[in-house]
C-alpha cells in the first residue's frame, strides 16, 4: 500500500534538447494545482522559481565539500510538503556538467530523495541528433575557443546519450523508479502528449506541443544568431581580468540598464556563425551501443503509461 505520510515526487531530468522547455511552459507548469505542485524550473528560466526550487538545486551543484552540510535542510524542507498532491521537479540542469559532473548531479538527487515516493522521468531522443543539438546550445560557452563537434563527442557531458550507461547508473540509483518518453514522438502531435496524460492521469489541452527551438538552419549548418548586447557585455565582463576594464564594463552596462534600449534584444555585428553539420556517419559509430539499446525497450523497467511508483528511493550508498 502506498504510505500517504510520504511526498510523492516525480522528477523530470531532461535529457537535453529532448523539448525540456516546451514540457516545462506548456505542460508542467500550467497542471492544476489541487492535484499538483510543481516546484520548478518555470520558464523563462528562473522565472518565480520557489525558494525550496533554488534550494534543491543549489545542493545538487554545490562544491564537493559543501553537500553534506546542506542535504538536512533540503530534506528537512521536502518533509514539511503535503502528501495529498503530486509534487514536480524539472530541470535538465541536473544532467549537464557544470563545476560538478552529471554522474554525481544523479547520486546526489537520489540521496537528496531518499526514503521518498520519487520516480524520475527521462526524455530521450535519437543520439546523435541530440548530442549536436546540445553541442550547438553549448558552442559560445564550452571555451572561448570552442572545440569541434568530433572532440566534444568524447566528453564527459555528450555522455549522458550513452544510454546504456545512463540507464545502468539510474538502475543503480533509482532502482527501477523511473521511466522514458521518446522525443521523436513529438513529430507525432498528441502522441508525445498522450505518454503524458497516461503517466499523470490528467487532460493535457494541447494538440502538440508547441516549438521553441529557435535554431534556423543554412545550408549545410546551424545558424547561431548574433550575441545580443547584454551578452556581449557579460562575456567581456567574464573574459577581462584587469581589474580597472572589468570595472569600466560593469559601470556601462549598468548605464545601458538605465536607457530606452532593449540590450536584451539588440544585436551585435559579426557575432553570428554557422556551425556545420557533423557527419552522422560517425555519429551514428559513436553511439552504435547507446542505439542498440534505446531500441530493445524490453529492457525498461518501466512505462510512461505506469502509475507513479510507491517504492520509497532505497539509500544511496555513495
Known amino acids: 500500500m502506498v504510505n500517504n505520510e510520504t511526498q510523492r515526487f516525480l522528477v523530470h531530468i531532461g535529457l537535453p534538447k529532448t523539448a525540456t522547455t516546451a514540457v516545462q511552459r506548456y505542460i508542467l507548469q500550467v497542471l492544476p494545482t489541487d492535484k499538483f505542485n510543481f516546484i520548478g524550473t518555470r520558464q523563462p528560466r528562473n522565472a518565480n522559481c520557489s525558494p525550496l526550487y533554488q534550494q534543491l538545486m543549489k545542493a545538487i551543484e554545490c562544491e564537493t565539500g559543501e553537500f553534506d552540510q546542506r542535504v538536512p535542510e533540503v530534506k528537512e524542507a521536502l518533509a514539511k510538503l503535503p502528501t495529498d498532491v503530486l509534487h514536480i521537479l524539472s530541470d535538465e540542469m541536473v544532467t549537464v556538467d557544470t563545476k560538478v559532473p552529471w554522474q554525481t548531479k544523479l547520486s546526489r538527487l537520489a540521496t537528496i530523495m531518499e526514503g521518498t515516493q520519487c520516480r524520475l522521468l527521462v526524455t530521450v531522443r535519437d543520439p546523435s541528433k541530440a548530442a549536436f543539438s546540445l553541442y550547438v546550445e553549448l558552442y559560445r560557452s564550452i571555451q572561448q575557443q570552442p572545440p569541434c563537434f568530433d572532440d566534444f563527442l568524447q566528453s564527459n557531458q555528450a555522455a549522458i546519450y550513452d ?75 567574464q573574459k577581462t581580468q584587469i581589474f580597472p576594464a572589468k570595472f569600466t564594463l560593469r559601470i556601462l552596462r549598468r548605464l545601458l540598464l538605465t536607457l530606452p534600449l532593449p540590450i536584451d534584444r539588440t544585436p551585435i555585428p559579426g557575432t553570428s556563425c554557422v556551425i556545420p553539420f557533423p557527419d552522422w556517419a560517425l555519429c551514428e559509430e559513436r553511439y552504435q551501443e547507446s542505439n542498440h539499446w534505446l531500441q530493445q525497450e524490453d529492457w525498461l523497467p518501466m512505462n510512461a503509461t505506469q502509475q507513479i511508483s510507491d517504492r520509497p528511493v532505497a539509500a544511496n550508498k555513495h
Not at 164 to 182: D, H
Not at 203 to 215: E, H, M, R, S
Open 163 to 237: 544510454y546504456s550507461v545512463l540507464f545502468t547508473t539510474l538502475e543503480k540509483l533509482f532502482r527501477g523508479n523511473w521511466c522514458f518518453i521518446p522525443f521523436e514522438s513529438v513529430k507525432q502531435g498528441r502522441d508525445f502528449l498522450h505518454s503524458f496524460e497516461n503517466l499523470l492521469d490528467c487532460k493535457v489541452p494541447l494538440q502538440g506541443l508547441p516549438k521553441t527551438n529557435d535554431k534556423s538552419r543554412s545550408g549545410d549548418g546551424i545558424k547561431i544568431a548574433p550575441l545580443a548586447l547584454e551578452a556581449w557585455l557579460g562575456k567581456a565582463i
